[in-house]
Nanobody
């Protein structure tokens, strides 16, 4: 019913940049929030950045000053611009969306994408 598809991952050298995109499709008028998480092998999934429908954004400490989350309303798309990448940023990056509104009805649900691999290495 709702699908999130991430794109933009890949291999980049330390200090480089990547732009991740997450496109949502299905019966959607809007979400209350969309976010990026990441998970490296052997570690727990952690929040990278969150965007709220109110316009507020939240960043984890490691993302502040380097990553920027933005939303493209008309396309139900959230973008994560990542600059000054470090080897420790290597992980699978996953998109999530919460609180779906459709045709006047609210669905208190959480959706996840499949993830996109980001590898930072020389």
């Amino acid at each position: 019913q709702v699908q999130l598809v991430e794109s933009g991952g890949g291999l980049v050298q330390p200090g480089g940049s990547l732009r991740l995109s997450c496109a949502a499709s299905g019966n959607i008028d809007r979400f209350n929030g969309m976010a990026w998480y990441r998970q490296a092998p052997g570690t727990q999934r952690e929040l990278v950045a969150h965007w709220s429908r109110t316009g507020s954004t939240v960043y984890s400490d490691f993302a502040k000053g380097r990553f920027t989350i933005s939303r493209e309303d008309m396309k139900h798309t959230v973008v994560l611009q990542m600059n000054s990448l470090k080897p420790e940023d290597t992980a699978v990056y996953l998109c999530s969306a919460n609180g779906r509104w459709y045709d006047g009805t609210f669905f208190n649900e959480l959706y996840w994408g499949q993830g996109t691999q980001v590898t930072v290495s020389s």
